[in-house]
């Protein structure tokens, strides 16, 4: 297919538009459509070859493969393209509110060498194995319920009268923690950082100290 000055093969448009569908670009940037009448993706009218090449890199970038290596991965059916990028595509968390922190959180174990650049592993206790967490610590091997990924490290709290930290487990009730109901990837969560404490945080409490 020729685009400008371009030349696209039929497979390089249908990974655009796979890519365009499983990462949910917005109509106004997608460089490709559907064509009922062919039965088949083919670019819109007005698309341009600079923004359809970026989008190629893309979608290579998301499925692990080189311009090459797509042409010679034979496939039948497009759901091996929708498999194969999934299969590539970056995690996705729960975003949580713990002791008034964004954080991520998973059911999952997740293992030292998996967690993201810049960022804090710690499990999270079950109570009764009902979903209510009561305890964060750096490492849980009863009640596993889950694990959560913090920007910042937990620093200790004092817990009527007594100092916890990660390493022995801080105690949790309802009243600590809230699910938001979005889902980050890592590095999107992290983009988003400053939004998830505005919206879903208290501000921080200062104590100011004043001479008389």
């Known amino acids: 297919m020729i685009l400008g000055n371009e030349k696209f093969t039929y497979e390089e448009v249908e990974l655009i538009a796979t890519y365009e569908e499983l990462y949910k670009i917005p109509e106004s940037e997608k460089v490709t459509d559907w064509w009922g009448d062919m039965h088949m993706h083919e670019f819109k009218h007005m698309a341009q070859p600079e923004k359809a090449k970026e989008m190629l890199e893309k979608s290579l970038k998301a499925v692990n493969m080189t311009r090459k290596e797509l042409a010679d991965f034979h496939y039948v059916y497009r759901s091996r393209l929708i498999e194969k990028m999934k299969d590539n595509m970056p995690q996705k968390y729960e975003a949580v509110i713990i002791f008034n922190k964004p954080m991520l959180f998973t059911n999952l174990r997740i293992e030292d060498k998996d967690v993201p650049d810049g960022m804090y592993r710690y499990d999270i206790r ?82 100011e100290m004043t001479m008389g």
């Open 126 to 207: 079950d109570g009764g194995m009902d979903g209510n967490m009561c305890e964060l610590k750096d490492y849980v091997a009863v009640n596993h319920w889950g694990t959560v990924l913090s920007k910042d490290a937990i620093e200790p709290r004092i817990i009527d009268g007594e100092e916890m930290t990660s390493a022995n487990g801080i105690l949790m009730t309802d009243d600590d923690y809230n699910y938001t109901g979005e889902e980050f990837t890592a590095d999107e969560f992290l983009e988003k950082y400053d939004y998830l404490v505005s919206e879903y945080c208290e501000p921080e409490q200062t104590n």
